[in-house]
């Protein structure tokens, strides 16, 4: 579920896959602490490193996402899984 109560769900994906593979859910934003419900963007004129800030209160998030996103990553590489599908 988004930050604005509506979702990304991708009906090609489950109509395909829903019986040939098992997901994870996922929100980056809770298991990274960033500790908000506001909602966020990326930011910034450098199109490969943009700047994770909350809407309204301006808190740049960057960081502390790009350490978790480096940390889950790593986890995963060791894990047995034939893929990842990223939700954008």
Known sequence: M???GQHKL???CVTNWENTWNGIPYV???N???HTHEAMRLVGDD???PR???VDAKVDLT???ETFVQ???DQLEKEDMPGICVQK
């Open 2 to 4: 988004r930050y604005d």
């Open 10 to 12: 991708d009906r090609f």
């Open 28 to 30: 980056p934003r809770w």
């Open 32 to 34: 990274a602490d960033c």
């Open 47 to 49: 199109p490969e490193r």
């Open 52 to 54: 994770l800030l909350t």
């Open 63 to 65: 960081e502390k996402m």
């Open 71 to 73: 940390k889950r990553l």
